[in-house]
C-alpha cells in the first residue's frame, strides 16, 4: 500500500504563489509516478501534471508556465509550486500516485487540500 498526504492549502490573494506538499509513505519503493489534479465545486476532477520517478514530466496547458511539479526522492515529497494564482484556481487539489501491486498497476489518493484565491 502507498499513503498519501498533502499539505500547504490555504486563502491566497489572486497573483500570489502557494506551494502544496505530498508525502507518500508505505511501499514507495513501488512507485512509478506522482501527479497532481483539482476539483473545483461542480466541476469534474481535473489533471494538472505528473511526474515519473525517472524525472520525465507532463502538464495540463491550463497550467503549463504557471504551475511546476517537482519530486523530492530522500523526502518522499512531491510539490506542486503555483504562481500568478488567479480566483479559478480556487479547488480541492489532489496528489495521486501510481504504483506496482504484486499482481497489478494500483492508484492511490491523498485526501486533498483546499486552495482559495481571492480576487
Known amino acids: 500500500q502507498v499513503q498519501l498526504v498533502e499539505s500547504g492549502g490555504g486563502l491566497v490573494q489572486a497573483g500570489k504563489s502557494l506551494r502544496l506538499s505530498c508525502v507518500a509513505s508505505?511501499?514507495?519503493?513501488?512507485?512509478?509516478?506522482f501527479g497532481w489534479y483539482r476539483q473545483a465545486p461542480g466541476k469534474q476532477r481535473e489533471f494538472l501534471a505528473d511526474?515519473?520517478?525517472?524525472?520525465?514530466?507532463n502538464y495540463a496547458d491550463s497550467v503549463k508556465g504557471r504551475f511546476t511539479i517537482s519530486l523530492n526522492t530522500a523526502k518522499d515529497t512531491v510539490y506542486l509550486q503555483m504562481n500568478s494564482l488567479k480566483p479559478e484556481d480556487t479547488a480541492d487539489y489532489y496528489c495521486?500516485?501510481?504504483?506496482?501491486?504484486?499482481?497489478?498497476?494500483?492508484?492511490?489518493w491523498g485526501q486533498g487540500a483546499r486552495v482559495t484565491v481571492s480576487s
Open positions: 495521486n500516485s501510481e504504483w506496482a501491486s504484486d499482481v497489478a498497476m494500483l492508484v492511490s
Open positions: 508505505g511501499n514507495i519503493f513501488s512507485i512509478n509516478a
Open positions: 511526474i515519473t520517478t525517472g524525472g520525465n514530466l
